[in-house]
């Protein structure tokens, strides 16, 4: 059993940038990828970054490429998620997952994620 917790979310203006981070409760968070969602009001859960377990592959949705950046530090069981020149359509919750099944890749299917996060509240003000 994983347990994740996300923090760092917030109100921020356009332009502006947040850092999420989310804390594992398990202790072989190396073996492990992981990956960020968010859900947007009346919208499906959509992947947003992912991490394989040693940080060396990333992959992003088209819709954060060039903004946002995810690192994994596995010494401290933590991933982060900078985000930076954020938008009004960036406005969502915001969930941390773990990869156990595939952790040398970043699939960005949820159907890979095994635990999830309560998720924490970003929102961009126009």
């Known amino acids: 059993q994983v347990q994740l917790v996300e923090s760092g979310g917030g109100l921020v203006q356009a332009g502006g940038s947040l850092r999420l981070s989310c804390?594992?409760?398990?202790?072989?968070?190396?073996?492990?990828?992981?990956?960020?969602?968010?859900?947007?009001?009346?919208?499906e859960r959509e992947f947003v970054a992912g991490i394989n377990w040693d940080g060396g592959r990333t992959n992003y949705a088209d819709a954060v490429k060039g903004r946002f950046a995810i690192s994994k530090d596995n010494a401290k069981n933590t991933v982060h998620l900078q985000m930076n020149s954020?938008?009004?359509?960036?406005?969502?919750?915001?969930?941390?997952a773990a990869n156990m099944q595939r952790p040398?890749?970043?699939?960005?299917s949820n159907r890979y994620y095994d635990y999830w996060g309560q998720g924490t509240q970003v929102t961009v003000s126009s």
């Open 23 to 43: 804390a594992a409760s398990q202790g072989t968070f190396g073996s492990y990828g992981m990956g960020w969602f968010r859900q947007a009001p009346g919208k």
């Open 86 to 96: 954020l938008r009004p359509e960036d406005t969502a919750v915001y969930y941390c």
């Open 104 to 108: 040398t890749i970043v699939p960005s």
